[in-house]
Nanobody, 124 residues
Framework: QVQLVESGGGLVQAGGSLRLSCAAS????????MGWFRQAPGKEREFVAA????????DYADSVKGRFTISRDNAKNTVYLQMNSLKPDDTAVYYC?????????????????WGQGTHVTVSS
């Protein structure tokens, strides 16, 4: 049974920073790519960032490029999302997910397991 537990969300003012963490268990974490997605109120869930099994390949949504950084620590079975220069449009529930392959993908259908999500609210 794969479990993903996100943490680090909260309320922050525009321009501020947050660091999300996602701790994984129940699978060989280092063998799979990981991704972050988000769902804003009234909107569909969307891709944010993904990182390959080794960390050597990374992809970001255009809306977060230059502001967000995804990383992983395979020794700790944890993936991170450093979010800087936050905007009110970044307000959403953020989910981490495990890809079924080693490589990065933006399509949600290629992710097998999902966390429960952590809320991020950015005030103006």
């Amino acid at each position: 049974q794969v479990q993903l537990v996100e943490s680090g969300g909260g309320l922050v003012q525009a321009g501020g920073s947050l660091r999300l963490s996602c701790a994984a268990s129940g699978r060989t974490f280092s063998s799979y790519a990981m991704g972050w997605f988000r769902q804003a109120p009234g909107k569909e869930r969307e891709f944010v960032a993904a990182i390959s099994w080794s960390g050597g390949s990374i992809d970001y949504a255009d809306s977060v490029k230059g502001r967000f950084t995804i990383s992983r620590d395979n020794a700790k079975n944890t993936v991170y999302l450093q979010m800087n220069s936050l905007k009110p449009d970044d307000t959403a529930v953020y989910y981490c997910a495990v890809d079924r392959t080693k490589m990065v993908h933006t399509a949600q259908g290629l992710y097998d397991y999902w966390g429960q999500g952590t809320h991020v609210t950015v005030s103006s």
